[in-house]
């Protein structure tokens, strides 16, 4: 059975960049805001191994670091963190009713919940889930020390597992649907250097049709060419593969009265007086639940310091 009510004027979804920053700056407002982390304390964040564009930070940092770091921030003000997964918000009365584990009301949200990894939609894929198949370089790597990989992706986190694999596997191969990465310059330039040591094998122009196994997990899998589709390879001896072809924003849990855009993510108002304001009045948001373009921790960090902002002066009207 659930506990009372937990009240607060205002509650913050999401432990990430975006969630933390916000909590922040609301508690320096004397907000007394409440974090509600979400299933993944942290947010996608603690997965990356290396960051090399946090201001400030030009010396290496992972971004667990840099997570645990904002984390004891936030409490520095005396926020307090607590772990549960919010499963629905009631916006038709008030204070906003939301329901998790435990049940809360708050005068006001700040939606901070991020974006998760996006799988191919193979039945084979999602049947070697956990036993080959895999979302996390930095959690699932030394699974598959001296033994060949496959990274499927073409952006900037598909190019950092395969460098982060190539340090593990035996080798890597990287499979991208499209002739040019989507990546950064200077991870392409980096990877070049993996791929001339023949650490990471490139398979440009393939997509991933199919994934092979046996009760042990994954064996191998077969890829077919998107310039001519009679033409196949197969990939044998494979130990571990590796999905990064983007995220989806973790929104399904929002009702049809918080509009969202056609692919998910959250609208927000844009306008000088309430610019992170969603389609109900109290209720902002920030981060990747948001921004289907930048997706860097900065600029998540950046909007959630807009949302506490944006809130903090919602709140002041409620006087």
Not at 69 to 98: A, C, G, S, Y
Not at 211 to 218: E, H, K, R, T, Y
Request: with cysteine; glycine share 10%; net charge positive.
């Amino acid at each position: 059975m659930k506990k009372n009510n937990i009240h607060k004027k205002l509650i913050i979804l999401g432990s990430g960049p975006a969630g933390y920053t916000a909590g922040i700056y609301a508690a320096r407002a004397n907000l007394n805001p409440l974090i509600i982390t979400g299933l993944q304390k942290g947010g996608q964040l603690i997965t990356t191994q290396e960051i090399e564009n946090w201001p400030g930070d030009f010396k290496s940092l992972t971004g667990l670091s840099l997570m645990e770091r904002m984390e004891l921030h936030v409490k520095k003000f005396n926020t307090k963190v607590i772990f549960d997964h919010i499963q629905e918000i009631n916006t038709k009365v008030f204070p906003f009713k939301l329901t998790g584990d435990k049940n809360y009301t708050a005068n006001s949200i700040i939606i901070a919940t991020g974006a998760s990894p996006r799988y191919i939609g193979l039945k084979s894929e999602k049947k070697f889930q956990g036993k080959g198949v895999s979302v996390c370089a930095t959690c699932d790597g030394f699974f598959h020390a001296n033994k060949k990989v496959v990274v499927v992706g073409g952006g900037n986190t598909a190019i950092e597992e395969a460098i982060y694999l190539s340090k593990i596997a035996s080798v890597v191969y990287l499979v991208h649907r499209r002739e040019n990465f989507r990546a950064e310059k200077i991870l392409i330039n980096r990877l070049t250097k993996y791929v001339k040591s023949k650490k990471i094998v490139l398979y440009k122009n393939y997509k991933m049709i199919e994934i092979f196994g046996n009760s042990n997990g994954v064996t191998g899998a077969l890829i077919n060419s998107t310039l001519d589709s009679k033409k196949y390879k197969e990939l044998t001896q494979i130990s571990g593969i590796f999905i990064a072809i983007g995220h989806d924003p973790n929104t399904g849990f929002l009702k049809n009265d918080i509009k969202l855009d056609k692919y998910g993510y959250i609208k927000i108002s844009h306008t000088r007086e309430n610019f992170t304001q969603t389609s109900v009045k109290g209720i902002f948001a920030a981060g990747d639940v948001i921004d289907s373009v930048y997706r860097q921790a900065i600029t998540s960090a950046g909007s959630g310091c807009m949302a506490a902002l944006d809130a903090e002066r919602y709140l002041s009207e409620q006087i």
